[in-house]
């Protein structure tokens, strides 16, 4: 059994991580959203079409790790790699939740002294000697004790209302820009008790700012800069402001005697004459290419990070006439972010893949580097293994038998872009994007080693392993199949191409079910893997990306309409016959009676529904994870949850404790009523019979405990059938009502 997941896509991370808030992005008419991801999508190799989401689903709200009827065992808050702070021989960097204390003395071979975690992803890092401070996207302001490196330790924090974006500090005092409350001015005299002493309100959520003499200068994202006069912290005041164009974006600021320099995003460099803060003046600018997202400055040097082209260093003696010295980046597939230069070193975050040490001395090249976990993709578990896509490239091995603590032991890079992993015996199959199919031997997990690729025609979004072939979503090249019989030289062997965009597969005998995009569920013979042909389809009510049959049930995540219950028992004519929209819908797994739903909008996390009524699902527990929930296994009484930007989650729902077999103590015939139980295959049910003196009611449990069926008046030798429509596989208990024993069936159809 497998659940599927959508490739990375980097909309979403940029849409929700790159300088801007969920906010500014989203109007209420959406218009800023679609302009905003155009920008930030272009030219990337993971860009993908999203659908654009209703006005009702912009509006939702959820609490972070809230939850109903379930706990947080464990787990791994790895992530993505975006802020950066440079002090003597240390480097302060985020991975994901955790701050990492490094250092670079040898610039070669970083060395990780201390990590700590923070409830909520990084923004933002400034050091002094013994504190950091660090702005997250949801819980405010910490502060860190770095007195000792090698155990970091939080001893305050200010939890102002919004995430923080933007920090500087200077002696006591820290000024920050929230989400929702402007540009805050607090007082971190006391680091226990950080207190808010001044504040501007209605200047936009930034990722930059920096302070010289008696100014803040603030990047203050599509307003322009904003200079803000602290010469009194208690009572800022805006003095001075620059907008460059209409779309142009100030990400991040550097500031240098009497010059501001500006990362603009679409616009590239920025120079700004800030002799007279009341009126900054332009005086220069370099268009990078892209999209510009930091900038930092040495002497006549300024290095810029740009979204498609790494590292651009310019040559600024000239503001007016600004030219480029070289552009630099190692991995194709690298979007570096965060930038500082000294001497002769560049360092940079690289939002996959971590830290990067840049030497400029001579000819630009990489000279160290610390790897941070990166995103998180689909996940599959085999007894207390859990593998994990990471993107980009990455199959990562982690040994989960303590929930409350698991470590990775092993890792094997793919080709591009792992999406996906379903894992058959000693060898786990990766859906690597545009590189088509991994495959990984496993049989050593801790040291696995890649064993065969086969470029399908298409992206890779997702795969099912079945027999000796791998079938795989392949975005617009519909399903493609792959003998792997030979691991070593897995071979394409047939096609069907479908009308939208294949984004997740799932087989059942003969049978392929592929969620198309907004061409809904398509559903493929494949008895012939040579000639696969579609036999019927049904249309999406929104945009289908995941699907997960159970007997002659299609269970589709309909991303923002949640999930729809499909009746594929003809697969010439599926029908609908329930649906369930509390939530949005990346990811389904089904076990028995109760679906698994990744809603990733919003927080709204894993959505745990009773679908025993399948007409009418119900929600009986939730856990909303950090950011965005994208994969669901569920195992070993646990649930296993990825989110994309958060590493993975070890969850436990307690409403799904369940019951057990309560067998009598003495012989059945020596009680007043028993029920004799057999089996019935040839009609898909299980049959029961009453032996007593008296007429009974009969009850039917699930493994929850929940009432399924009940057989009321059932006169002695009466003989019972359990299993009509609607009744799906799984473990049941029955029993007689009011008496405590019962005795486990598992009717199979």
């Given at each position: 059994?497998i ?8 909309v ?8 801007l808030?969920?906010s ?8 800023r959203?679609?302009?905003t991801?155009?920008?930030l ?8 079409p999203v659908?654009?989401p ?7 709200s ?15 808050f790895g ?6 702070f ?20 040898d610039?070669?071979s970083p ?7 923070v409830p ?10 013994s ?5 997250t ?21 200010y939890?102002?209302?919004?995430g ?20 805050q ?19 936009p ?6 302070v ?5 200068y ?20 805006t ?6 164009g ?28 800030i002799?007279?803060?009341?009126f900054p003046?332009?005086v ?7 999209f ?12 810029i ?15 007016p006439?600004i030219?480029?010295i ?9 979007l ?6 000294k ?21 630009v090249?990489k000279?160290?580097?610390y790897?941070t976990?990166g995103?998180?993709n ?17 199959l990562?091995?982690?040994n ?14 793919t ?5 996906n ?13 545009d ?9 050593n997990?801790?040291a ?18 079945k ?13 493609s199949?792959v003998?792997?019989?030979d ?15 294949a ?32 036999v ?16 002659s ?25 329930g ?7 990346v990811?389904?797994?089904?076990l ?23 007409s ?13 929930t ?79 069926k009940?057989?009321?008046?059932v006169?002695p ?23 405590e024993?019962r005795?486990?069936v598992?009717?199979?159809?």
């Open positions: 059994m659940k599927k997941v959508i490739i990375v896509f980097l979403l991370v940029l849409f929700c991580s790159v300088f808030s969920g500014d992005l989203l109007s209420e008419s959406g218009d959203y679609e302009s991801i155009e920008r999508t272009k030219n990337h190799p993971f860009s993908l659908p654009k209703p006005k009702d689903v912009l509006k939702r959820a609490i972070r790790r809230d939850s109903l009827n379930c706990v947080l065992e464990g787990g791994y992530g993505i790699c975006q802020s950066l440079v002090k003597d021989t240390l480097a302060f960097i985020d991975d994901g939740r955790y701050l990492r204390i490094l250092n670079i003395a610039s070669s060395i990780l002294l201390g990590v700590t975690t909520s992803l990084i923004r933002d890092i400034f050091a002094t000697d504190r950091v401070y660090v702005s996207d949801n819980y405010g302001l910490r502060i860190i004790d770095i007195s000792d490196p090698f155990s970091p330790a939080e001893i305050g924090n939890n102002s209302t919004g923080v974006g933007g920090i500087y500090v200077v002696d006591t005092i820290a000024y920050i820009a929230t989400s929702s409350s402007g540009f001015v607090i007082s971190v005299s006391n680091p226990e008790n950080p207190v808010k002493i001044g504040e501007i309100q209605g200047i959520y930034s990722r930059s700012i920096e010289k003499d008696s100014f803040a603030v990047a203050a994202g599509y307003d322009g800069v904003r200079i803000i006069d602290i010469s009194d912290p208690s009572s800022p005041d003095v001075g402001s620059y907008k460059i209409d779309w142009a974006s100030a990400n991040e600021i550097y500031v240098r005697d009497t010059f501001v320099y500006v990362a603009e995003g679409d616009s590239g460099l920025c120079i700004l004459n002799s007279n803060p009341a003046e332009f220069g600018s370099y268009v990078t290419g892209s510009a997202l930091d900038v930092s400055v040495k002497d006549t040097i300024a290095c990070t740009d979204r498609d082209n790494g590292l651009t260093i310019l040559d600024i003696s000239d503001p006439s030219s480029k070289v552009t630099y980046i190692d991995n194709p597939l690298s570096y972010e965060k930038v500082s230069i001497g002769n070193l560049v360092y940079v975050t690289d939002y996959y893949y971590g830290f990067k040490i840049i030497d400029i001395s001579s000819s090249s000279i160290g580097n790897d976990w995103v998180t689909g996940i599959y578990i085999i007894d207390t293994l859990a593998f994990i896509a990471s993107s980009p490239g990455k990562r091995i982690m989960v038998s303590n929930s409350q603590n698991p470590t990775e032991i092993g890792y094997c890079n080709k591009l872009a792992a999406s992993v379903f894992v058959v015996d000693s060898f786990a199959y990766v859906a690597d994007g590189s088509g199919l991994c495959i990984i031997d496993i049989s997990p801790v696995p080693i890649l064993a065969g690729n086969c470029n399908t025609r298409g992206i890779s979004y997702d795969l099912f392993v027999d000796s072939l791998a079938y795989i979503a392949d975005r617009d090249s519909g399903l199949v003998d792997v019989s691991p070593a030289l897995p071979v394409e062997i047939g096609n069907c191409y479908t009308k939208g965009a984004r997740s597969v799932f087989v059942q005998d003969t049978l392929a079910y592929v969620a198309d995009a907004d061409s809904g569920l398509r559903i493929i013979n494949v008895s012939d893997p040579t000639d696969p042909f579609e019927g389809n049904f249309e999406a009510v929104n945009y289908f990306v995941d699907v997960y049959i159970q007997d049930i299609a269970y589709v995540a309909d991303w923002w309409d949640g999930l729809q219950i499909l009746d594929v028992s003809d697969p010439a004519s599926p029908t609908e016959i649906s369930y929209s509390g939530t949005t819908a990811g389904v797994y089904v028995d009676t109760i679906a698994y739903v990744a809603g990733y909008w919003e927080d709204e996390g894993l959505r745990i529904l009773n679908v025993s009524d399948l009418s699902p119900s929600e009986i527990g939730y856990y909303t994870t950090e950011y965005m994208w994969d669901v296994f569920p195992a070993n009484d646990l649930i296993y949850v990825t989110d994309y930007n958060d590493g993975f989650y070890i969850i436990r729902c307690t409403s799904l404790s369940g019951i057990e077999e309560k067998k009598p103590e003495v012989s059945k015939e020596n009680t007043a009523g028993y029920l004799v139980i057999t089996a019935n295959i040839s009609a898909n049910s299980i049959n029961f019979k009453y032996k007593g003196n008296t007429s009974e009611t009969v009850i039917v449990r699930d493994i929850t405990g929940r009432v399924i009940e057989y009321p008046d006169k030798e009466t003989i019972l059938s359990f299993g009509d429509k609607g009744i799906s596989s799984g473990i049941y208990f029955v029993g007689i009502k009011g008496n024993e005795e486990k598992v009717l199979v159809k």
